[in-house]
């Protein structure tokens, strides 16, 4: 079922892109993959908020098969062009690729997963948009696009949450690969290129290392100028220790990562483990390798659904795309010395006109973002219903790492600190921005708007964020700086370089080599880590046979009282009423220290769940308040802690709905 499901949608998307768009035929089977699967995962979330889950995703396929069919009347069946499934080099690079970052995914817990497996498995249950796993009250907006891609998985082939996610990822981070060989192919038209450029996409990231080869006392300079923030501060309490240490942070795999080869603002690729995987480059990459083909209603229509989907991947992309677009056309207009808007451009404004409604209402940051304008607008005196929450604050020039904090563009210390953070594709900007150019001349404006966000990218420079989301998330609003360069650096820098001298080749060679060195130490550390699969740090094996079980068994509005608190969400798909703003609500301690049936059935939670050692950490007159008769015991389980633990443990599921 699993394999039909998927070519309902995979033949939906090749018959688009080879009839729709009519790409070259080399580019059609890995596009109309990746095109397929962002289609009826778009089309998933828009039916599961009126139909039950399994439905929703087996109609999504349908419809995107149905799409494809009637999108492609125009050209008869005999004339399609079946040859061009046969790319047996990009199939076993695909699935290659997939498998080993499935053995990589599995072996690390790494970024979020008590953020994403809790949310994953309620959206898998049929929370679309989901609510907040810790608060039952509040709407949780967030980029779920790729968690509800692993709830298929879930609900198609029965995985457990934890093998749904690493699965969904490795598949994204597989396709992106992919589609950044074929894209560089198309700029280069160089197969070697291609290749070296998905490469390096794939492990460029900061070259933060380059201070281990600073003399000692310019590193404790810079250190002294510098606060550390997240993990980083945990990792140790100075740049210069954490620079030798390896990095502290939950589910790494048998060795640490050292800390020195990692990047707070621009990562690498390979270290995408977190809720978005590959999914936000995914559909960019997609925008470029069909937009320039897009020529009538039906090629807009396709674009109009995928941007709308890429809503579901990244949220300050998509509000700066209508200030990057208007940049782009400013740049046009004075360039041509002209006063008219060219035809060419009035497509994407209905474009985004058409996606605003769709994004509004489609769930996600941006519907939470919109709706709770309304309600300040409409409702001022309404209770806080939604996550998140948005404060911004104007600086003087700076940037925030996720590892390094605040860095002050203004003084020479933490400048530096940037420009390694930043890596060697800061050195690309020149081409970049030439590149661009022409595109705003030949009006080519998805690039152009892509490249105009160096413009608009500036603004993170003078304001931040602050809110649910923390410090750190201002760094992923250095996107619209780190996105264009990465992905023109490699193939502009090629076409440039291959017609000079033989000494600059070798001098852009050996910066290439600098850009990847920290991601390629990373990523073997990672394979390292493929040779053992974990669970998350939250769970036990007990806890496996209980989410065999009772996954999505118990009445659907229930709440689960749980000292662990993303254990019950991820293995029950029911919420608990633990956190607020990700922190421990002022009652949870009282709560967790005496756990009295009456008052946490009074507090709105419906059962409890927990392991031996809690239930051995109350005493004696606590514990016996779970012998009434108002308290019925659900199941117990008994085993073993873990394969290397073999001492005694049990988890036990009570129901309280008794007590009142």
């Not at 005493?619 to 308040?625: F, G, I, K, V, Y």
Request: net charge positive; charged share 15%.
């Amino acid at each position: 079922m699993l394999f039909f499901w998927m070519a309902l949608w995979l033949f939906g998307g090749w018959l688009i892109v080879s009839e729709v768009f009519k790409i070259p035929r080399s580019q059609r089977a890995l596009t109309g993959l990746a095109l397929g699967w962002c289609l009826q995962v778009w089309f998933s979330n828009a039916l599961a908020q009126f139909l039950p889950v399994g439905s929703a995703f087996w109609l999504a396929a349908f419809l995107t098969l149905m799409m494809g069919l009637a999108l492609a009347m125009p050209s008869r069946p005999g004339r399609w062009d079946w040859r061009s499934w046969w790319v047996p080099g990009q199939w076993l690079a695909f699935l290659l690729l997939g498998w080993v970052f499935f053995g990589v995914e599995r072996g690390l817990n790494l970024f979020d997963d008590a953020q994403n497996l809790p949310t994953l498995s309620l959206i898998a249950a049929g929370d679309i948009p989901p609510h907040f796993p810790y608060d039952p009250a509040l709407r949780y907006g967030y980029h779920y696009f790729l968690i509800l891609w692993a709830a298929q998985f879930m609900r198609l082939v029965h995985l457990f949450p934890w093998t749904a996610l690493d699965l969904a990822r490795a598949i994204s981070l597989s396709l992106v690969v992919v589609l950044m060989y074929l894209w560089v192919w198309r700029m280069t038209r160089s197969r070697l290129a291609a290749g070296l450029g998905a490469a390096f996409f794939a492990f460029a990231s900061g070259t933060r290392w380059l201070l281990l080869i600073l003399p000692p006392a310019w590193v404790e300079a810079i250190s002294r100028s510098i606060t550390l923030i997240g993990s980083a501060a945990q990792t140790a309490p100075t740049l210069s220790l954490a620079l030798i240490s390896g990095w502290r942070i939950e589910g790494p795999g048998p060795l640490p990562f050292p800390f020195a080869y990692l990047s707070g603002l621009n990562g690498a690729l390979v270290m995408s483990h977190g809720g978005i995987g590959g999914s936000q480059t995914l559909i960019l990459l997609l925008f470029l390798l069909l937009y320039r083909r897009a020529f009538d209603w039906r090629q807009w229509s396709i674009l109009t659904m995928l941007f709308a989907a890429w809503a579901l991947t990244t949220e300050y992309l998509i509000l700066l795309f209508p200030l990057n677009l208007a940049l782009a056309l400013l740049l046009f207009l004075t360039l041509r010395r002209t006063r008219k808007v060219p035809a060419s451009f009035w497509p994407w404004v209905w474009m985004v006109l058409a996606a605003a409604p769709l994004i509004a209402l489609q769930g996600g940051v941006l519907t939470e973002l919109a709706r709770g304008i309304w309600e300040r607008l409409w409702l001022p005196s309404a209770m806080r219903t939604s996550f998140h929450t948005f404060n911004f604050s104007f600086t003087l020039p700076s940037v925030v790492s996720g590892h390094l904090g605040f860095l002050s563009l203004l003084q020479p210390a933490q400048l530096l600190a940037f420009l390694l953070e930043m890596g060697p594709i800061l050195l690309a900007f020149p081409l970049v921005v030439i590149w661009g150019m022409k595109m705003i001349r030949n009006g080519r404006w998805w690039e152009a708007a892509l490249v105009a966000g160096l413009l608009s990218g500036v603004i993170p420079f003078f304001v931040k964020y602050s809110g649910t989301a923390g410090p750190s998330a201002n760094a992923r609003l250095m996107a619209g700086w780190t996105i264009p360069l990465s992905l023109y650096a490699f193939p502009l820098t090629w076409n440039w370089a291959r017609r000079r001298a033989e000494s600059i080749r070798l001098g852009v060679s050996l910066l290439g080599m600098m850009a990847v060195l920290g991601g390629v130490v990373l990523f073997g550390i990672e394979l390292i880590a493929a040779q053992k699969p974990r669970l998350p740090e939250y769970l036990q094996e007990l806890d496996v046979r209980v989410a065999r079980q009772y996954w999505d068994r118990l009445p659907k509005h229930a709440v689960i009282f749980d000292p662990i608190p993303p254990r019950a969400p991820t293995l029950f798909a029911r919420p608990t009423n633990a956190y607020v703003d990700w922190r421990p609500k002022p009652e949870w301690g009282e709560w967790a220290a005496n756990p009295d049936p009456y008052r946490l059935r009074a507090a709105g939670f419906d059962y409890l769940y927990f392991d031996k050692p809690y239930w051995e950490s109350l005493t004696p007159p606590q514990q016996a308040a779970f012998q009434q008769a108002c308290v019925r015991l659900v199941e117990e389980w008994n085993g073993y802690r873990s394969e290397t633990d073999f001492r005694k443990d049990f988890r036990r599921l009570l129901d309280i709905r008794e007590c009142k």
